[in-house]
């Protein structure tokens, strides 16, 4: 049965209890939305890490007035680009300087790059810029934050993204995708192996995470069709725009709909007793499976060793 995810958080209070929360993404969509409920709950200090600094201003100016007489809210911006392993680095060490001694509590990753089909732009790395964004950055980002111990005892780690999708010919040394777009496949035919790559990948960093760091809580949730305040359907190539479009029609929400979800994984009052040992779910709280190829550790631990190479200092 489906989470009731808004009737799980009516009698939370974060208020005195001392957390640390860093939204990555959330200058806006459901990363913004995320941190909007946290404010309203009460917790102590919400960082939220962007591109966009008039943005992420205007969701820290909003938060301080969300947040309930007392809570003692800091709401604080870090501006970070994540589109190559040097800014990675970059926002983890801001991230750790913004936090100070305490570490994290409650650290999500929401932020999205527009999948591109054939109009990759390639990074400082070799990959491609969307790719580093989506999926890449949120192993740096968490391999960093969790070995430097920048993570408070028993932190939770989100990610809201497209998961539970395998693309078997997933290939450690084509990360790119290069070999399909070189064969000249097309541009809808490119965007489903593009996302359907993402989904491996964080499939299997997330199972890595839960059996190299136990001491520490790493989910993962679908969101679904989310319409966020600057979505678009230009970027999505031929017929896959109409797809989304219906889709959007039909069951697409709000983001402040739907941040009770993620939230509820983060603090739920009885979310222990609904989600169990559970970290893979659907846009509903569903339990939610690996892809075949995450399943196998062998090529789990292969992907791994490839991530750390790309994330190291050069």
């Not at 136990?214 to 319409?227: A, E, T």
């Amino acid at each position: 049965m489906p989470v009731d995810a808004s009737a799980g958080l009516r009698s939370v209070s974060l208020t005195n209890q001392n957390k640390t929360a860093v939204i990555v993404g959330g200058t806006l969509g459901i990363g913004a939305a995320v941190a909007r409920l946290l404010a309203k709950l009460g917790c102590s200090h919400i960082i939220i890490l962007g591109r966009n600094e008039k943005r992420g201003k205007a969701v820290v100016d909003v938060m301080k007035g969300l947040a309930p007489e007392g809570s003692g809210l800091v709401a604080e911006f870090v501006k970070a680009d994540l589109s190559d392993s040097q800014g990675m680095r970059d926002a983890a060490a801001a991230i750790q300087n913004a936090v100070g001694e305490k570490g994290i509590d409650f650290l999500v990753r929401c932020h999205d790059s527009e999948r591109s089909g054939r109009n990759i732009v390639f990074n400082s790395d070799g990959h491609d810029t969307a790719f580093a964004v989506q999926a890449i950055s949120r192993f740096a980002l968490g391999y960093l934050l969790t070995t430097s111990n920048a993570l408070a005892p028993n932190t939770i780690v989100l990610s809201v993204a497209n998961q539970g999708v395998n693309l078997p010919s997933f290939s450690v040394d084509d990360l790119s995708l290069k070999e399909p777009f070189e064969k000249g496949r097309s541009a809808p035919s490119l965007f489903m192996y593009q996302s359907r790559r993402d989904s491996t990948l964080l499939d299997s960093v997330f199972e890595e995470f839960n059996i190299r760091f136990p001491q520490y809580r790493y989910y993962s949730i679908h969101p679904g069709l989310v319409k966020t305040e600057e979505f678009s359907l230009d970027f999505s190539p031929g017929y896959i725009k109409i797809l989304m479009w219906l889709g959007l029609k039909l069951v697409g929400i709000m983001p402040d709909e739907y941040a009770p979800y993620p939230v509820y994984i983060l603090v739920g009052k009885d979310k222990e007793e609904k989600l169990g040992s559970r970290r893979y779910f659907n846009r509903v709280l569903s339990e939610s499976k690996l892809g075949k190829w995450a399943s196998e550790p062998e090529n789990r631990k292969a992907l791994w060793v490839k991530l750390e190479g790309i994330v190291a200092e050069k």
